[in-house]
């Protein structure tokens, strides 16, 4: 099972790409933990991921999100914007496998 973590500013904005993700992962047969927290708490979450994408709100704060996740040893990268506004959980679905996979 894959284990994928959005962060956002608050943790909230992301829920519905969340549920838009878990859709296409059903639909792909593809079994995966989705979930999404606010940006305080990602560095916790992130023990128990495989992945981190990041709102692109917060692009910013990529650099150190890297380096909590060089420590526990997952791949970290920002969410396209027009992916993100559109709500597309199949496009951000495959960036996170293809992160997993690279």
Same mark, same amino acid.
């Given at each position: 099972?894959?284990?994928?973590?959005?962060?956002?500013?608050?943790?909230?904005?992301?829920?519905?790409?969340?549920?838009? #993700? +878990?859709?296409?992962a &059903?639909?792909?047969?593809? $079994?995966?933990? =989705?979930?999404?927290?606010?940006? *305080?708490?990602a560095?916790?979450?992130?023990?128990?991921?495989?992945?981190?994408?990041?709102?692109?709100?917060?692009?910013? #704060? +990529?650099?150190?999100? &890297?380096?909590?996740?060089? $420590?526990?040893? =997952?791949?970290?990268?920002?969410? *396209?914007?027009?992916?993100?506004?559109?709500?597309?959980?199949?496009?951000?679905?495959?960036?996170?496998?293809?992160?997993?996979?690279?």
């Amino acid at each position: 099972m894959k284990k994928i973590l959005l962060a956002c500013s608050a943790g909230m904005s992301t829920s519905l790409l969340v549920t838009k #993700m +878990k859709e296409a992962a &059903e639909g792909k047969g593809i $079994e995966c933990e =989705i979930w999404a927290v606010a940006q *305080d708490k990602a560095p916790k979450d992130m023990k128990e991921a495989d992945v981190l994408l990041i709102g692109p709100q917060m692009k910013f #704060m +990529k650099k150190k999100f &890297e380096k909590t996740a060089a $420590e526990v040893g =997952i791949p970290v990268d920002v969410i *396209d914007p027009m992916s993100y506004g559109r709500v597309d959980g199949k496009a951000v679905l495959e960036k996170a496998l293809g992160l997993l996979e690279s």
